[in-house]
């Protein structure tokens, strides 16, 4: 089977709503589990917030997808094509985009800590500092060499928490993991039906790793953070992309095929989300490849249908465009904002919360991170 050819390379609107789901799920369980004193409200709103918080960790899956959607979609359009990728603009295009903002966030975090003083308080424990973790050097060597999701496996019983700042390393970790393969996987296949197939048995190893979890250990860690646990999620965001470009022609001409495609993913993704509880053991099976499936359907729908490149769904997409400095920042936001949430609503805080983390996201962005990643691309004299 031959390759699609390149697919254009414009924004796809409808992807950064996805991240920006994503997104707004892992804020609000942080938000939920930071322990501040929150007004309660009517009831439905407290209903509302329980589920909107309860399964936030599932917007990590979501964010997989997406993640192996637009990595594929960046190497397929490269001069080599999918399966010729260009190693070194590869890797070096993936360094420059991530380390910037995450060099400053761990040495901001490591001067936080060290110039604190006394008994550590609420904030910085939760945020920054837990004090019963262990601070040794194979943690902090973990960080660069993304290898934190298996230090925090190994240490699960002796401490849960690192402080959100370190413990949302994980995921990058997970990722940096997959695509420092992912590559050599391309080239090793060849071809999309090889490939596909490569894929599949990706997608039912992580199933068959999270279930030996659940029949033998239980750990949440283990069946949730290590690598084998979320490769199935990244390698269906592969495969979206393959299938996408084989199927655009007939789902920009079906447009009905896309709607319902589009709303069954939604669909999916929703009953997920609130019926698959991802702290009992036996759901934490198939919940992440299920919710994984929702988005590939919603995704390969929604794409190709021009209602969702309106501008009118602009506002929306901006904490998604956002959605790596959001990511890493959200935890810092939350630790100056502290001061100033007892006794908000969890609505009006989680809103502070999201804007106030979306600009200094975009502020990241524009002054440090798009700089220093074109500086870095300049240095290599990267195409």
């Known amino acids: 089977m031959e390759p699609p050819g390149r697919q254009p390379t414009q924004h796809i609107q409808c992807v950064d709503l996805v991240r920006t789901l994503a997104i707004l799920t892992v804020m609000a369980i942080h938000l939920g589990k930071s322990g501040n004193a929150f007004h309660v409200g009517v009831p439905w709103a407290d209903h509302l917030w329980r589920q909107l918080d309860s399964n936030g960790s599932y917007g990590v899956s979501v964010f997989f997808v997406v993640s192996g959607f637009l990595i594929t979609r960046v190497l397929a359009n490269q001069p080599g094509g999918a399966f010729q990728p260009m190693l070194r603009n590869f890797y070096i295009r993936r360094a420059a985009r991530l380390w910037p903002l995450l060099a400053l966030l761990v040495v901001g975090g490591a001067a936080m800590m060290w110039t604190t003083s006394g008994e550590p308080s609420p904030a910085m424990k939760f945020c920054f500092w837990e004090p019963k973790a262990l601070f040794d050097w194979n943690f902090w060597l973990s960080i660069p060499t993304f290898t934190f999701n298996w230090l925090r496996v190994k240490r699960e019983s002796i401490s849960g928490s690192y402080g959100l700042i ?19 996987l391309l080239r090793w296949a060849a071809t999309e039906r090889r490939l596909y197939k490569a894929l599949a048995a990706i997608i039912l190893s992580g199933v068959l790793f999270r279930c030996g979890v659940w029949w033998f250990d239980g750990s949440f860690l283990l069946s949730f953070t290590a690598s084998p646990a979320c490769f199935d999620q990244i390698a269906l965001g592969c495969l979206l992309y393959f299938i996408s470009a084989r199927a655009r022609p007939f789902l920009e001409e079906e447009r009905a095929i896309s709607l319902l495609l589009c709303l069954l993913g939604l669909l999916m993704m929703g009953t997920i989300y609130v019926y698959m509880d991802l702290w009992v053991p036996a759901m934490r099976v198939m919940g992440p490849t299920l919710l994984g499936i929702g988005v590939f359907l919603f995704l390969l729908g929604g794409i190709h249908l021009k209602g969702l490149q309106s501008r009118w769904w602009r506002p929306l997409t901006f904490p998604g465009e956002l959605s790596y400095g959001c990511y890493l920042l959200h935890g810092v936001t939350l630790y100056f904002l502290w001061p100033y949430l007892p006794g908000l609503h969890k609505f009006k805080a989680f809103g502070l919360y999201v804007m106030v983390t979306v600009a200094v996201s975009y502020l990241t962005f524009t002054l440090i991170e798009m700089p220093a990643a074109r500086a870095i691309r300049k240095r290599f004299e990267l195409r």
Do not use: G
Not at 171 to 184: I, K, M
């Open 166 to 184: 370190w413990d949302i390393q994980w995921s990058l970790a997970v990722e940096e993991q997959f695509y420092l393969c992912y590559p050599l």
